[in-house]
Antibody, heavy 119, light 107 residues
């Protein structure tokens, strides 16, 4: 059974940093691209970042480019999102999502970890 | 960036109704389109990929189609468990983009 478990969310002040983690199991992690998708309160889904199987290809939404860094550790079956210079508008539930056969769409999702940016 | 314009933003329907949701891409994306169902407090669920392919385990009352840059999700006979918000997403290029969402509500 595919499982994706996010952690690392919490309350953080504007301008500070936070690192999210996603622990994956139930599939061959190093065969799959992975993504972060977020949902701000009362808003729709927003793709944040994606990484291919070995980190050779990475993409970011314009809203986080230059502030967020996605990475992965295939030996630990883990995905990460380093979030720097956080802003109030980064407040959201952050989902980790598995890419379906590297097609750029998401066939399994975690339950999400909540990030709140506030002073 | 490719913009995905989804309509309507909400629809009120009854159990048994046929519901259609549309998504228009700002430029050509081929068949690189997915549809998701999202319920409050749950993870989003992939329904349709490649514009019209049904994800494993998804009921056959869900279907997808494409005409040029216009894509449609159809629920042929709405069931109680289908009340949710639905999103389209283009998988053609970075950045991946979602439509604004369509909330399907009980009439």
């Amino acid at each position: 059974e595919v499982q994706l478990v996010e952690s690392g969310g919490g309350l953080v002040q504007p301008g500070r940093s936070l690192r999210l983690s996603c622990a994956a199991s139930g599939f061959t992690f190093d065969d799959c691209a992975m993504h972060w998708v977020r949902q701000a309160p009362g808003k729709g889904l927003e793709w944040v970042s994606g990484i291919d199987w070995n980190g050779g290809s990475i993409g970011y939404a314009d809203s986080v480019k230059g502030r967020f860094i996605i990475s992965r550790d295939n030996a630990k079956n883990s995905l990460y999102l380093q979030m720097n210079s956080l802003r109030a508008e980064d407040t959201a539930l952050y989902y980790c999502a598995k890419d379906k056969r590297n097609q750029g769409l998401f066939d399994y999702w975690g339950q999400g970890t909540l990030v709140t940016v506030s002073s | 960036d490719i913009q995905m314009t989804q309509s309507p933003s909400s629809v009120s329907a009854s159990v048994g109704d046929r519901v259609t949701i549309t998504c228009r891409a700002s430029q050509g994306i081929g068949n690189w389109l997915a549809w998701y169902q999202h319920k409050p407090g749950k993870a989003p669920r992939l329904l349709i990929y490649a514009a019209s392919s049904l994800q494993s385990g998804v009921p056959s009352r869900f279907s997808g189609s494409r005409s040029g840059t216009d894509f449609t999700l159809t629920i042929s006979s709405l069931q109680p468990e289908d009340f949710a918000t639905y999103y389209c997403q283009q998988a053609n290029s970075f950045p991946r983009t979602f439509g604004q969402g369509t909330k399907v509500e009980i009439k």
